[in-house]
T-cell receptor, first 115, second 113 residues
Framework: AQSVAQPEDQVNVAEGNPLTVKCTYS??????LFWYVQYPNRGLQFLLK??????LVKGSYGFEAEFNKSQTSFHLKKPSALVSDSALYFC?????????????FGAGTRLAVHP | EAQVTQNPRYLITVTGKKLTVTCSQN?????MSWYRQDPGLGLRQIYY???????DKGDVPEGYKVSRKEKRNFPLILESPSPNQTSLYFC????????????FGPGTRLTVL
């Protein structure tokens, strides 16, 4: 079965410091992996995705994610956090063919960036 | 503007009174789905649709119905709402499965008294 796990409910970071939001996956075959962000009182927005190719994927708002096959991880990173990055972040496995038709989200990690 | 719209955005109703939450996308997307978001439980998929007239259950389908008569619309129907269906609901669509990102609606906050 396909699954993703986000081991941290909350991550606290000081503004200007680097941030990491963790995600590990269990996926059959070559994984497609996504990150979405939910700002307060808003719907989810796409941040970035890994399909194939370079292990370091760059996305919106200065975020990037590193795909690590040996550790089955896809951690979200940003070199310098902003207060406006405070939001709920979800790692996800998209619907696929071959019976894996459902989009699967992690439980979410709340990022709090303090001034 | 490419978007997913949901209506209503907020709804307070009473137990047993049938309601429909509409979802529409203007991107000619094939895949559409509904989620509910509850504190501590994250996002859970209710139903999804691979294309017109093709729907299937997600993880929490009990108490909900959907239909996909047109490609752009995917309404969520609560035939007899109960208080445990009080939640924040999101509709989403994507061009297809696999590498395509999901586009989410703004959400519908439903309270069932």
């Amino acid at each position: 079965a396909q699954s993703v796990a986000q081991p941290e409910d909350q991550v606290n970071v000081a503004e200007g410091n680097p941030l990491t939001v963790k995600c590990t996956y269990s996926v059959s075959g070559n994984p497609y992996l996504f990150w979405y962000v939910q700002y307060p009182n808003r719907g989810l927005q796409f941040l970035l995705k890994y399909i194939t190719g370079d292990n370091l994927v760059k996305g919106s708002y200065g975020f990037e994610a590193e795909f690590n096959k040996s550790q089955t991880s896809f951690h979200l990173k940003k070199p310098s956090a902003l207060v406006s990055d405070s939001a709920l972040y979800f790692c996800a496995v998209p619907p696929l063919s071959g019976g894996y038709n459902k989009l699967i989200f992690g439980a979410g990690t709340r990022l709090a960036v303090h001034p | 503007e490419a978007q997913v719209t949901q209506n209503p955005r907020y709804l307070i109703t009473v137990t047993g009174k049938k309601l429909t939450v509409t979802c529409s996308q203007n991107m000619n997307h094939e895949y559409m789905s509904w989620y509910r978001q509850d504190p501590g439980l994250g996002l859970r998929q209710i139903y999804y649709s691979m294309n017109v007239e093709v729907t299937d259950k997600g993880d929490v389908p009990e108490g909900y119905k959907v239909s996909r008569k047109e490609k752009r619309n995917f309404p969520l129907i609560l035939e007899s709402p109960s208080p445990n269906q009080t939640s924040l609901y999101f509709c989403a669509s994507s061009l297809g499965i696999g590498e395509n990102e999901q586009f989410f609606g703004p959400g519908t906050r439903l309270t069932v008294l």
